[in-house]
């Protein structure tokens, strides 16, 4: 099986095409979506959901109003011309103020992979450093806005983002894209029912392998927010929330690995937090993980990267939960339930185990299924299911939390914060 099966690769949409068409028929209200910044996520995240999304327009449509600004022009010609958008502003604010846009979708990320690297752009987090400043922007010049994880450097920034989109009366959404899809609500909904009795514990994870991130990268640059809890953490953490119902009472320890070139900024953290009802709960999150293949340590196998792992195991009382990529459970994933020595084995592609009807099929993204939740609540339905700004705030303050117990201490505040 290759790395684009399992993945997706910049053929990804190419992929779909026998299973639904890319280009719904729009509506004529449909949501003008602007983007900012060529970023490498965007196509997944946004324009191939988009293509698919009868109220959402992102390429060329009878008006032309969508577009895109990038700080390099030039690259921002190519992202346009390649992905089919009619328009390339000057500059972000120029994208920012024109009243044709209805939202903004925030990726920003600016990432150095090595040249060796062997995992998908999928797999490259965005970096937050600018989300305060853009989402700020955004919501005065009236735009709905869809920012990347994590929402902000901090929960400062965070609660101050949220309070204007409050204010303003405006859609403000953190992407955290697996949430919406039907496999992790089926997760909840089995610890819900109580297959497996009392919860005791749970561990969630997600690291990429050597070579995926550079040494000195933006992910790998404290004073633009990086670090791996900012930018693979905030999912197994806000993963573990979610599934379990319940937020963190103390942090009771840590392990970090810094990066080299700059100790401020983890490689690596692993954490275990305290959570009520005698639960204890751990997340590992990592850049870079060590050149371990699963093939074993002979002298040739031990030096080929390991693949991601991106995985939550649940224990009860009575059983246990796991599941495989738990992050992109749209590409493949598992849901395994073990109970009195037998494992049932669970695909959750449509959400046929929840009581509640999902729209979509198994050919949606997580990607898509957020979009649907974003357009669904700018138009005034009721989303399937939301993040709301409480929920994105707490997550955090447990990172805040989390890098100030390790002594690495928490990530920069925009020093715009109260002045935008």
Same mark, same amino acid.
């Given at each position: 099986?290759?790395?684009?099966?399992?993945?997706?690769?910049?053929?990804?949409?190419?992929?779909?095409?026998?299973?639904?068409?890319?280009?719904?028929?729009?509506?004529?209200?449909?949501?003008?979506?602007?983007?900012?910044?060529?970023?490498?996520?965007?196509?997944?995240?946004?324009?191939?959901?988009?293509?698919?999304?009868?109220?959402?327009?992102?390429?060329?449509?009878?008006?032309?109003?969508?577009?895109?600004?990038?700080?390099?022009?030039?690259?921002?010609?190519?992202?346009?011309?390649?992905?089919?958008?009619?328009?390339?502003?000057?500059?972000?604010?120029?994208?920012?103020?024109?009243?044709?846009?209805?939202?903004?979708?925030?990726?920003?990320?600016?990432?150095?992979?090595?040249?060796?690297?062997?995992?998908?752009?999928?797999?490259?987090?965005?970096?937050?450093?600018?989300?305060?400043?853009?989402?700020?922007?955004?919501?005065?010049?009236?735009?709905?806005?869809?920012?990347?994880? =994590?929402? #902000?450097?901090?929960?400062?920034?965070?609660? $101050? *983002?949220? +309070?204007?989109?409050?204010?303003? @009366?405006? !859609?403000?959404?953190?992407?955290?894209?697996?949430?919406?899809?039907?496999?992790?609500?089926?997760?909840?909904?089995?610890?819900?029912?109580?297959?497996?009795?009392?919860?005791?514990?749970?561990?969630?994870?997600?690291?990429?392998?050597?070579?995926?991130?550079?040494?000195?990268?933006?992910?790998?640059?404290?004073?633009?927010?990086?670090?791996?809890?900012?930018?693979?953490?905030?999912?197994?953490?806000?993963?573990?929330?979610?599934?379990?119902?319940?937020?963190?009472?103390?942090?009771?320890?840590?392990?970090?690995? =810094?990066? #080299?070139?700059?100790?401020?900024?983890?490689? $690596? *953290?692993? +954490?275990?937090?305290?959570?009520? @009802?005698? !639960?204890?709960?751990?997340?590992?999150?990592?850049?870079?993980?060590?050149?371990?293949?699963?093939?074993?340590?002979?002298?040739?196998?031990?030096?080929?990267?390991?693949?991601?792992?991106?995985?939550?195991?649940?224990?009860?009382?009575?059983?246990?939960?796991?599941?495989?990529?738990?992050?992109?459970?749209?590409?493949?994933?598992?849901?395994?339930?073990?109970?009195?020595?037998?494992?049932?084995?669970?695909?959750?592609?449509?959400?046929?185990?929840?009581?509640?009807?999902?729209?979509?099929?198994?050919?949606?993204?997580?990607?898509?299924?957020?979009?649907?939740?974003?357009?669904?609540?700018?138009?005034?339905?009721?989303?399937?299911?939301?993040?709301?700004?409480?929920?994105?705030?707490?997550?955090?303050?447990?990172?805040?939390?989390?890098?100030?117990?390790?002594?690495?201490?928490?990530?920069?505040?925009?020093?715009?914060?109260?002045?935008?």
């Amino acid at each position: 099986m290759s790395f684009s099966s399992i993945f997706g690769t910049s053929s990804y949409s190419e992929g779909l095409q026998l299973t639904y068409p890319l280009h719904s028929p729009k509506e004529p209200n449909a949501l003008r979506i602007g983007i900012l910044g060529a970023a490498k996520v965007a196509p997944y995240a946004m324009i191939d959901a988009a293509r698919s999304h009868p109220g959402v327009i992102i390429e060329a449509g009878p008006d032309g109003f969508c577009g895109i600004a990038a700080r390099d022009q030039e690259r921002a010609k190519a992202f346009a011309a390649k992905h089919g958008i009619p328009r390339v502003f000057a500059s972000y604010q120029e994208l920012v103020d024109d009243p044709n846009i209805d939202a903004v979708y925030i990726p920003l990320s600016i990432i150095i992979l090595s040249n060796v690297a062997l995992y998908t752009d999928l797999l490259r987090p965005p970096c937050p450093g600018l989300h305060y400043e853009w989402t700020m922007k955004s919501l005065r010049a009236g735009k709905h806005v869809l920012v990347e994880k =994590p929402v #902000a450097n901090t929960a400062e920034e965070a609660a $101050s *983002m949220f +309070a204007l989109a409050k204010e303003k @009366n405006l !859609v403000l959404l953190e992407g955290l894209h697996y949430r919406f899809h039907p496999a992790n609500q089926t997760i909840r909904a089995l610890l819900e029912s109580g297959t497996i009795g009392k919860i005791t514990g749970a561990d969630a994870e997600l690291a990429l392998p050597a070579l995926t991130v550079l040494e000195k990268s933006f992910l790998s640059n404290y004073d633009a927010g990086g670090g791996a809890v900012m930018a693979l953490g905030c999912y197994p953490i806000h993963l573990l929330r979610y599934v379990l119902g319940a937020d963190p009472v103390d942090i009771l320890k840590i392990a970090v690995n =810094p990066f #080299a070139h700059d100790p401020r900024a983890d490689r $690596s *953290m692993r +954490a275990v937090f305290e959570l009520p @009802n005698d !639960v204890t709960a751990s997340i590992y999150c990592d850049l870079n993980m060590p050149k371990r293949s699963i093939l074993g340590p002979t002298p040739f196998f031990r030096y080929l990267p390991r693949f991601p792992s991106m995985t939550i195991k649940i224990f009860g009382e009575e059983g246990e939960i796991y599941m495989n990529n738990f992050l992109c459970p749209s590409n493949y994933h598992t849901i395994y339930v073990t109970k009195n020595d037998k494992t049932e084995s669970i695909k959750a592609y449509t959400g046929e185990q929840l009581s509640k009807e999902m729209k979509g099929d198994a050919t949606w993204s997580t990607f898509r299924y957020q979009l649907e939740a974003f357009v669904d609540k700018v138009r005034g339905r009721t989303p399937q299911t939301w993040i709301t700004p409480e929920d994105s705030i707490t997550n955090m303050q447990v990172i805040d939390d989390l890098y100030e117990n390790s002594g690495l201490g928490k990530r920069p505040t925009s020093d715009l914060l109260g002045k935008l």
